[in-house]
Nanobody, 118 residues
Framework: QVVFVESGGGQVQPGGSLRLSCVAS????????MGWFRQAPGKERERVAT???????DYADSVQGRFTISRDNAKRTVYLQMNYLNSDDTGVYFC????????????WGQGTQVTVSS
């Protein structure tokens, strides 16, 4: 059974920072690409950052230069450092794993809420 447990969300003022963590189980973590997704109220879930098993990273244009994704294979954990947050970053953040081009969309975790507000 694949399980993702996200944490680290909270409420922060515009310009602030948060660091999210996600622990994955039920997969061979080191061989999977890992991604962070977010879903804002009334909007579809979107992928904001990916880190491949090789370590290569890519980001959505909206977060490029502000967010950094990283991973610790020994801890089966993927992180998302978020800086210079703004109100558009508000939403529930989820992580997921990709193997052979397929995200495990049947195994979403509960997510972690990020609220950017003054």
């Amino acid at each position: 059974q694949v399980v993702f447990v996200e944490s680290g969300g909270g409420q922060v003022q515009p310009g602030g920072s948060l660091r999210l963590s996600c622990v994955a189980s039920g997969i061979i973590f080191s061989t999977n690409d890992m991604g962070w997704f977010r879903q804002a109220p009334g909007k579809e879930r979107e992928r904001v950052a990916t880190i491949q098993s090789s370590g290569r990273r890519d980001y959505a244009d909206s977060v490029q230069g502000r967010f950094t994704i990283s991973r610790d294979n020994a801890k089966r954990t993927v992180y998302l450092q978020m800086n210079y947050l703004n109100s558009d970053d508000t939403g529930v953040y989820f992580c997921n794993a990709r193997l052979s081009g397929h995200w495990r969309t049947n195994s979403w975790g509960q997510g972690t809420q990020v609220t950017v507000s003054s």
